[in-house]
């Protein structure tokens, strides 16, 4: 078989002392992928795998992926690859399940490792599918565990590797893909490293309509610069519902009033919007938002609570109900931004300000509704609220 060179070759000399390590661990995992790739198996195996194992061979097992995946590159660029190097190679393939696993992991990866791992990681055509997605999140870890000025020192990989997770797209991984942007836009944002004096795609979808309407609707009330530096906080929300404590003391930095600003025109250009056709999700549905303009609504949503103004409330009150309604009664699509609405829905519920009117919006919204999900979390809200 083609070899890639060892993991030395590959990544640089920060690794030499993990090569014998990662070659013991090519050994098993070359004939474990195979083996499996002739049939499913249920991939909470890997995670099994993954868990059972050292540090240290966890770290070499993450080099004999990389060797493995730049051997199967090769052979495919040589003609020479029928498929039973390492399986599928594409979303689901045994390779990618395992790189998979070892992403959720932190490991103990020295400074110069991080650096190489995400200098390698960015490479154009490094790894494809599922594979290129996990490596992303490998990276992204590894870099996330660095201290202050250690990560300050890596703003060169940690912007090059941001860029490259955030250019790349397809359903296969996408998830994943947007977690590990998520991650690395934190950690830019820790390291000072990012470029705030400009509107860029980094907070905004650009595969979706609401991105360019949102920033025209935005620089009306907003000068660019500031505006940048509002929108590139929303943008490191995160993908869960509610705000982590990290984004609030990032809110507090930029300040609170600054960023609820523009909080205010990203959401009413949400109730502008059509149904557009022309953006899909992985399961073939017109959305609404594509997944970064969701992540930097949800944070939009929750600014308005920590600066509010009076008509605040009526404004996350349409949203939530724009979002969580489908295109037509009895359209088998799902919500329309079903994470908007959600994040509307919970910010209404800590909404201290205008209790009584915030209230009746969470009514209205349990009322008017008929998602049941949608109905729990207004009422979920409106308990909180009155508690």
Same mark, same amino acid.
């Given at each position: ?177 947007? #977690? ?15 470029? /705030? ?50 984004? /609030? ?100 519920? /800590?909404?201290?300000?205008?209790? #009584? ?20 979390? #207004? ?9």
């Amino acid at each position: 078989m083609t070899t890639a060179g060892s993991a030395s070759d590959l990544l640089g000399d920060s690794f030499a002392d993990l090569s014998d390590v990662a070659e013991s661990e090519r050994q098993w995992i070359a004939p474990w992928c195979a083996e499996r790739a002739r049939g499913w198996r249920d991939r909470t195996e890997a995670r099994t795998v993954v868990s059972g194992r050292t540090d240290l061979e966890r770290r070499g097992m993450v080099l004999a992926l990389i060797q493995l995946y730049a051997e199967v590159a090769q052979l495919m660029l040589e003609g020479r690859w029928a498929g039973s190097a390492i399986g599928f190679f594409g979303y689901e393939d045994p390779a990618s399940r395992l790189l998979r696993a070892l992403a959720g992991i932190r490991m103990g990866w020295t400074a110069p490792q991080a650096r190489a791992l995400a200098a390698y990681a960015s490479k154009p055509g490094t790894t494809t599918g599922q594979g290129g997605c996990s490596l992303f999140a490998v990276a992204a870890r590894a870099l996330e565990q660095l201290n202050d000025s250690d990560l300050a020192d890596s703003a060169q990989e940690l912007v090059s590797l941001r860029n490259a997770a955030d250019s790349t797209w397809g359903s296969a991984g996408e998830t994943e893909r947007i #977690a590990a942007v998520q991650r690395l836009k934190q950690q830019v944002w820790r390291a000072g490293a990012g470029s /705030r004096n400009r509107i860029g795609r980094r907070a905004l979808d650009w595969r979706d309509e609401f991105g360019p309407a949102a920033r025209l609707a935005v620089l009306r009330v907003v000068p660019e610069p500031e505006a940048a530096i509002a929108l590139e906080v929303l943008g490191l929300f995160g993908t869960g519902s509610e705000p982590t404590r990290s984004w /609030r003391t990032w809110v507090g930095e930029v300040g609170a009033a600054q960023v609820a600003e523009v909080a205010r025109p990203l959401l009413s250009t949400v109730l502008t919007l059509e149904d557009n056709p022309a953006v899909i999700n992985p399961s073939q549905y017109p959305i609404l938002l594509g997944p970064e303009s969701t992540i930097t609504t949800r944070g939009a949503a929750w600014a308005l609570t920590m600066a509010p103004e009076p008509d605040d409330v009526r404004l996350l009150h349409d949203v939530a109900v724009k979002c969580a309604s489908k295109p037509t009664l009895g359209d088998p699509r799902p919500q329309r931004a079903a994470g908007l609405a959600s994040s509307a829905i919970a910010a209404l519920g /800590r909404f201290q300000s205008a209790p #009584a009117s915030a209230v009746d919006a969470l009514q209205n919204i349990h009322d008017n509704i008929r998602n049941t999900s949608v109905k729990k979390q #207004a009422a979920d809200a409106k308990a909180t609220l009155t508690r």
